[in-house]
């Protein structure tokens, strides 16, 4: 176990589905991240909060709203996706930078398939 | 942006061969470097990080990994390989000026036959 909890492990949805991807972390840290792990291609930083708030939105298209309301948990709300959508989602937690170690942790994913 | 490019897509080695991964990044900066591991079916996992101080890192499971600045490279190694080190292994560089913002590199599936 590595402190950060995802769930559900796996979900399947149409495209015209609403669901909602959970992070969570107990390892006191102050920022966390969602990536996008595709086949074949490098994992994919989407969004980034520190201290609850957003500092980094890459260029992720809008059916995809993060969801920060603590510093222990993070979200992921979907919504009208697209087959290429389908991936491993990965949460991960850090410290902030400038308070030593700024590893980050990962979490084991939620495998996606869009419908 | 930083990029981080890892060449060796598809490794494959028979147990007790000698492995080295080359990793090279972009920024020319001060950062700070990870190696990650991810077996079948678990979360990624780190190997060994980069900070500052001696340039050769010791990780976990008998990897190593070496700083070399001029070159924008950290490469991982391990002398003898293991049928248990059958992995992907993805190359991490963040800029510490920059927020802590892992950017990855494509990853090396690593198969090792017994």
């Known amino acids: 176990e590595t402190g950060v909890t995802q769930t559900p492990r796996h979900l399947v949805m149409g495209m015209t589905n609403k669901k909602s991807l959970k992070c969570e972390q107990h390892l006191g840290h102050n920022a966390m991240y969602w990536y996008k792990q595709s086949a074949k291609k490098p994992l994919e930083l989407m969004f980034v909060y520190s201290l609850e708030e957003r500092v980094e939105n890459n260029s992720v298209p809008s059916r995809f709203s993060p969801e920060c309301p603590n510093s222990s948990h993070l979200f992921l709300h979907l919504h009208t996706l697209q087959p290429e959508d389908s991936a491993l989602y990965l949460c991960?937690?850090?410290?902030?930078?400038?308070?030593?170690?700024?590893?980050?942790?990962f979490g084991q994913g939620t495998r996606l398939t869009v419908v | 942006a930083q990029s981080v490019s890892q060449h060796n897509h598809h490794v494959i080695l028979s147990e007790a061969a000698s492995l080295e991964l080359g990793c090279n990044y972009s920024?020319?900066?001060?950062?700070?470097l990870f190696w990650y591991v991810q077996y079948p079916g678990q979360h990624l996992q780190l190997l060994l990080k980069?900070?500052?101080?001696?340039?050769l890192v010791k990780g976990i499971k008998g990897f190593e990994a070496e700083f070399i600045k001029s070159k924008f490279s950290f490469n991982l190694r391990k002398p003898s390989v293991q049928w248990s080190d059958t992995a992907e292994y993805f190359c991490a560089v963040n800029d510490p000026n920059a927020g802590n913002m892992l950017t990855f590199g494509g990853g090396t599936r690593l198969m090792v036959k017994p």
């Open positions: 991960a937690s850090s410290q902030e930078p400038g308070r030593g170690n700024t590893e980050a942790f």
């Open positions: 980069y900070f500052s101080g001696d340039p």
């Open positions: 920024y020319g900066g001060t950062v700070n």
